[in-house]
């Protein structure tokens, strides 16, 4: 299940220190660095980690989990919201992906971004996009919003 999803950095404003980051946003980036190790990847060799976060407070992991047959695969995003749903949390705040990518930050493909906003608590949530170094340096600040402006739903009033 090969992932090329770059987002491109030059000069961009949503680009952060690791160091200016709240502590909440530097937990779910390291908790999705750790998860990034259990990544099985055995056919694109790309290991990628995600964290959710809900409103209680609580973080999810997950991490990619390929398979031969390409669509039976599933990305680090979607396994870690499949852990928040059904242990009852619908109501995501934040989430983070790791991964490692030399030209720019890896975001959320298009299946993932819509299967994230099925679970904004409000229409919007932050998402960080970091590489795996040990603290990252920069982060990719930006929101499901952002990536994804015109999300598809039938809870309008959610």
Not at 94 to 123: H, K, N, W, Y
């Amino acid at each position: 299940m090969p992932r090329v999803v770059v987002y491109n950095t030059n000069d961009d404003k949503q680009v952060r220190n690791f160091k200016d980051l709240d502590f909440v946003a530097q937990e779910l980036i390291r908790a999705a660095m750790e998860v990034r190790r259990n990544a099985y990847c055995p056919y694109s060799k790309f290991q990628v980690g995600a964290a959710i976060q809900t409103s209680d407070g609580s973080i999810f992991t997950g991490c990619n989990i390929e398979n031969g047959a390409y669509p039976a695969g599933i990305c680090a995003e979607r396994t870690a919201a499949c852990k928040a749903v059904s242990e009852g949390k619908r109501d995501f705040v934040a989430c983070a992906v790791v991964a490692q990518q030399e030209s720019g930050f890896t975001t959320p493909c298009g299946i993932c971004r819509q299967f994230l906003a099925e679970f904004a608590m409000q229409r919007d949530f932050p998402i960080y996009c970091a590489k795996p170094a040990c603290p990252p340096l920069r982060v990719l600040a930006t929101s499901i919003r952002d990536l994804l402006p015109r999300s598809f739903s039938f809870l309008a009033n959610k």
